[in-house]
C-alpha cells in the first residue's frame, strides 16, 4: 500500500454543470488540485492564462476564475 498518494473526490462533472460553460472542467479541475496542494495562488494562474491566451479569448477569463474557485470549494477538508 503505497503512502505517497492522497485521493481526494472531486465532483467536478456536476460542479462544470452549474457554470456559464461546460468546457470550464479542466478549470474545476485545476481549482480543486489547487485547494488541496496550494501549488500557486489563483492571480498567479489567471496572469498566466491572460498572457498566453490570444486577446479574442480573453473575455473567457471570468468564466475561467469562477471556474477555479467553484473547483477550490469543493474538496472536502479532513478535521
Avoid: Q
Avoid at 467536478?12 to 470550464?24: G, I, Q, V, Y
Avoid at 492564462?49 to 477555479?68: F, S
Wanted: charged share 25%; no cysteine.
Amino acid at each position: 500500500t503505497r503512502t505517497d498518494i492522497k485521493v481526494v473526490p472531486v465532483d467536478a462533472m456536476e460542479a462544470t454543470f452549474e457554470l456559464p460553460s461546460s468546457k470550464a472542467y479542466n478549470m474545476v479541475l485545476l481549482g480543486a488540485l489547487l485547494k488541496v496542494r496550494n501549488l500557486v495562488p489563483v492571480e498567479a494562474v489567471m496572469k498566466g492564462l491572460k498572457k498566453t491566451l490570444p486577446e479574442r479569448h480573453h473575455h473567457l477569463l471570468p468564466v475561467n476564475k469562477e471556474a477555479i474557485l467553484k473547483g477550490m470549494s469543493l474538496p472536502k477538508t479532513e478535521a
